[in-house]
RNA sequence: UGGGGAGUCGUUCAAUGGUAGGACAUCGGCCUUUGACGCCGAGUAUCUAGGUUCGAAUCCUAGCUCCCCAGCCA
């Protein structure tokens, strides 16, 4: 479907560099997680599109952790990080890299600079750094120790590696261009000293190269064709560019396009973050997170997410993409695989008053009228069962399809029932509905041939499963809150609305954690992916079914 | 107002000098043993002003608006 679809301007410009011979031809790609956070839909994008890419052109992808910062990374994060890629379908085989596989080298690197009169070691302090930086208008001055000779660099910068400066007395930066109208060629810092634990390498290093200084390279060293990376590093393609031409090495052809940004929710990892550390949010995986994790546990097949970001397309523009356009291609998804069942939310007991006592019928029930070959199973039916409170009303407006007086409804894969009598409570409220069926029905249909407007869901009481329902909704109220100064006000207090008491058909006791089905004229459901204890079922609204009725009501 | 980017329906992606199109969203209608799905239909867009041209979203000029950059973050 996706063969006539206009190539982006990625791959039209990878199209003109195997015309023109570049690269011998080749396309190799990566992605470049820092390991600081769990990945999000954003990310996917970005690793979607080089993997696609990779794959699209016969070439390879590589992933590769960009952890040049020990004071924000942790293995839990490379962990969750494969963990999502793989989730997502993507492969890269034995080509799994770290930037600090890369740190001797990088050291050498810098020794070669060094030489070459191109580094030097600063004594400046961090704010003496910045004051001597300039300002977007002004040039910035160079520090008193630029012209340091390679000698004395080589010296000090040896020492820095082996410890013997304190955290932040020093800095290796490169030596191009104070003036620059581009302030990433103000002499940009290459190293600092920073006595941190590293996830990797240990305590080996104390001082850790710039993300600036080691991501060019790093993608050098693997031989990469196309660096794709997102709009805010254009003005940083000429300081990689510089690195590597005056270290001489082989040099990848950078392109940026625009990140994903979603409606209703936010997209920084320092924003994520937030969520759950303040525990608005009960960890990265929380269904109502932009995460991968958080997706794949509220039931996100992978191959919608795929479907939604192919849809989007990529360029250059900023956007924010309407979050409804990706419950879209969930539904489209899921419309197609899921089975379906019955569930009733907010149970009402009915009593069928002239179905014999004890009897109990079983009716065979397609699992999915998308699917033929996902089959069917069999429905237990009884005198006593539950159907949705919200699916009576003792006054109802006209076009309301669905039990009241006079009203007589198709029980799906049952029989027509007849409304008879609502039992109240002292309080007033409706506790059950007697109503009487139609032997003649039997199958949900017939011999008569008369209409019957209203279909409703049920689930045999004798036979009926507990489950704890949990509903989102949008995390947060407003269109882009990741532009709100007092963005946290935005949170959505309804995200989340937990059912204590709902009843499922039997068949859902066998269904596997993580599993997506659609709950008949509600939505669709995945089942709870992480160990629950107790043997009660958790469910997830992965997204609700489309309900006109529901938003024609709202109207009137 | 230094440098780097970007402006096309409500949103997003296309149209690469030749009829401004798709998707989502919205609004109608049909269908229906899910008020779902599906089907049919509708409306709404080229940032502005000039210029080149038979013809401009596209080329030129001048503006305007928005985004990114002054971390020893990535």
């Known amino acids: 479907m996706s063969e ?38 954003g990310h996917a994008k970005a690793f979607g599109l080089n993997f696609q890419i990779a794959e699209d052109f016969g070439g390879k992808c590589n992933l590769r952790f960009d952890d040049t910062n020990p004071t924000k990374e942790s293995t839990e994060f490379v962990d969750a990080i494969i963990e999502d890629i793989k989730w997502m379908g993507y492969d890269w085989e034995d080509r799994l890299f770290y930037a600090s596989d890369y740190y001797e080298t990088l050291f050498d690197y810098a020794m070669q600079l060094i030489d070459a009169g191109k580094a030097y070691v600063d004594d400046l302090s961090g704010d003496e750094i910045r004051e001597y930086r300039g300002t977007l208008k002004e040039p910035g001055k160079p520090s008193p120790w630029r012209d340091r000779s390679p000698e004395e660099n080589r010296t000090l910068f040896q020492e820095m590696r082996d410890g013997k400066h304190p955290d932040g007395s020093k800095v290796l930066r490169a030596k191009i261009d104070m003036a620059s109208p581009n302030i990433n060629m103000r002499d940009p810092v290459m190293y600092r000293i920073l006595r941190a634990h590293h996830h990797r390498t240990g305590d080996a290093w104390c001082i850790y190269p710039m993300y600036d200084w080691a991501h060019g390279q790093s993608d050098s060293l693997e031989s990469i064709t196309h660096s794709l990376c997102s709009l805010e590093f254009e003005d ?22 625009a990140r994903l940004k979603l409606t209703n929710t936010v997209m920084s990892k320092r924003k994520l973050r937030t969520l759950v550390e303040e525990g608005v949010v009960d960890g990265w995986d929380d269904p109502r997170m932009p995460t991968l994790s958080g ?11 795929k479907d ?18 990706l419950e879209f291609s969930v539904r489209e998804n899921l419309n197609k695989n899921a089975p379906r069942v019955m569930a009733v939310l907010k149970p009402l007991k009915v009593v069928i008053t002239n179905y014999p006592e004890d009897q109990v019928e079983h009716f065979t029930a397609i699992n999915n009228p998308e699917d033929e070959s996902a089959g069917t199973r069999e429905l237990p039916f009884s005198r006593e069962i539950y159907v949705e409170t919200t699916d009576f009303w003792e006054d109802p407006p006209k076009k309301f399809h669905r039990l009241g007086p006079g009203r007589e409804v198709r029980l799906k894969h049952a029989y027509y029932i007849t409304f008879q009598e609502a039992i109240k409570n002292d309080a007033g409220e409706v506790v059950e509905l007697r109503c009487t069926y139609d032997p003649e029905s039997r199958g949900a249909s017939t011999p008569d041939g008369r209409k019957v407007r209203g279909t409703i869901h049920w689930v045999s009481v004798p036979h009926a499963k507990d489950a704890e329902v949990r509903n989102y909704d949008r995390l947060f109220l407003t269109d882009a809150p990741d532009t709100e100064e007092n963005w946290q006000e935005s949170v959505n207090p309804d995200a989340l609305e937990t059912l204590q008491g709902a009843k499922v058909e039997p068949s859902l006791a066998e269904a596997d954690p993580g599993s997506g089905y659609q709950f008949m004229r509600h939505g669709y459901y995945a089942l709870e992916n992480k160990p629950t204890s107790g043997d009660k079922l958790i469910f997830h609204r992965t997204v609700p079914l489309r309900d006109s009725w529901g938003k024609t009501q709202k109207k009137s």
């Open 295 to 305: 997706m794949r546990r509220r039931g996100y097949p992978p191959a919608a997410i």
């Open 4 to 41: 006539e679809k206009k190539k982006d301007f990625i791959r039209e410009a990878i199209d003109a560099d195997i015309a023109e011979g570049r690269f011998d031809g080749r396309v190799h790609t990566r992605f470049p997680p820092e390991p600081n956070g769990y990945l999000h839909i």
């Open 308 to 325: 939604f970001l192919s849809r989007m397309g990529v360029a250059k523009r900023d956007s924010v993409i309407d979050i409804a356009q």
């Open 236 to 257: 940083h393609r000429p300081l990689y560019e510089w690195f590597l031409e005056n270290l001489g090495i082989y040099a990848p052809r950078q392109i940026e396009f």
